[in-house]
């Protein structure tokens, strides 16, 4: 039987806060895990679970114990926590009585498997962990072959980030590259580099993004860095009706992958498109 | 000269704080506006301001001396707060020195201008502010006709919807209805209803968005209600290729709007696309 802790002193539950850190997180190579809908991708793409902090009292439904127990079958800790201290060290203003320590997985180039007709997001730099966490949930939704995070400013596994992605973190490849060597990795499988900038003429919808294509946004603050920008095949712009000119990156990104999706979609045989006059 | 004001308790500044609630903003029919960009695009669009609440040791930029003057330059009262006082009462980590209070504008669908191929978006029940804030961004990029809001859930003066927007709340031409009344008014229009839900097998870019069209987002938890479901001359989904089978409301809102951007690009007689052969 499992202890309960009560305690926000207890050092199980100190070294679960500290993961908060991005430092904490570096130095320990673990990371943290919460809520229901997120711990379940996790556990279904067996992201290494270590430590599972469970507050029964919590739960929102009834499918948490056999998350629990597939969680515990692949080796996870179980630990349970009272619901005073569970709600203190929880994230979210309403908890869901999960959270699990995990081990970061391999974000290298070369965890990613090759694809034909591969459509990438590359994302440069940016900022905001709720920004890059609907890029990975969207770029789930679109159904890519991988994003690749080129510079982070944003540690991929900050907990806000799994919380927005509502755990497309681990449903999407994902790697984290410099911008020098996530080029070359392109070039090599000969993928056409699309980047996304308000300062061109062509229309995104002008661009071919049929082939194997990577789109590539820019951070919320200062878009594309000009190595991107120089080295990319096509340069390709959203055009703006408004008076604001400008969309929150995540929706561009998200405007730039459906546009790719819909002329694929074109590709399709059975398709009863405009384009084939049916 | 004005008074500084450096406590909490002072009158003017507990009226300020009590606008983050529903009642208090429903009731005086005023509203909050912070930050530079909300508060610059407010007075352009004649937003009516009747208090301006300033700490000028907060300002990050050198154009807030202009704004003030012009917004003062419209009858709006001048405030001065201490910075200790005034962070206190921000809504931002990063203050900017500026929150205004501003009278609640006209939201009726009769205040909205009819227009020639009009695009609309309209928004059912969003729950959270942030997305409606970011639909409102996004359809000011998109450059719709206006935005119509039917049975709001989250109020569109809330101060998180006037942050996410961007100050786009007050750019985009915005109605607040019931469905029934929406309905109405867009079939009196001969606007095409277009709803976006997962249940229909017509993708939507094999739906013709290119004449007077009102596109209908549904809230986050519960999608479409069955009224403007079923009332909707075409039903189109977005398809998902992925694992978590779900995109964003404002994401969906933002794909769906561009598609529409897009076909009607497409008409223009400049165009050198696709469709064409060049």
Redesign the interface.
């Known amino acids: 039987m499992a202890e309960l802790i009560t305690s926000l002193q207890n050092p199980r539950i100190k070294s679960l806060v500290r993961l908060r850190n991005r430092r904490e997180r570096d130095r320990t190579q673990r990371f943290l895990i919460e809520g229901y809908r997120e711990l379940r991708?996790a556990v279904d793409r067996r992201v290494p679970v270590e430590t599972l902090f469970v507050c029964e009292d919590l739960f929102l439904g009834s499918n948490e114990p056999q998350l629990i127990h597939d969680a515990r079958s692949t080796g996870a800790e179980f630990i349970e926590v009272g619901a005073d201290a569970f709600t203190k060290v929880s994230y979210r203003d309403r908890p869901e009585g999960l959270i699990a320590v995990a081990h970061q997985f391999e974000t290298d180039l070369s965890s990613l498997e090759s694809a034909p007709n591969a459509l990438y997001l590359i994302v440069e730099s940016i900022e905001k962990p709720g920004n890059l966490g609907?890029m990975l949930?969207?770029?789930?939704?679109?159904?890519?072959t991988a994003v690749i995070v080129a510079d982070p400013t944003t540690d991929p596994f900050n907990p806000n980030v799994v919380r927005a992605s509502?755990?497309?973190l681990f449903?999407?490849p994902l790697a984290i590259a410099s911008t020098g060597d996530a080029r070359s990795w392109l070039a090599e499988s000969g993928t056409r580099i699309v980047a996304t900038t308000p300062d061109t003429s062509t229309?995104?919808?002008?661009c071919?993004l049929s082939g194997p294509v990577a789109i590539v946004v820019g951070s919320e603050q200062y878009g594309l860095s000009r190595e991107w920008l120089e080295g990319a095949h096509d340069r390709v712009r959203?055009?703006?009706?408004?008076?604001?000119?400008?969309?929150?990156a995540?929706?561009a990104a998200?405007?730039a992958l459906?546009?790719a999706?819909?002329q694929r979609?074109r590709l399709l045989p059975t398709h009863?498109?405009?384009?084939n006059g049916s």
């Open positions: 991708r609907t949930r969207t770029a789930d939704a679109a159904g890519v509502l755990g497309c449903t999407v229309l995104l919808w002008d071919d959203i055009p703006m009706g408004g008076d604001a000119d400008s969309l929150n995540a929706m998200g405007v459906f546009e999706v819909r979609s009863n498109g405009e384009d």
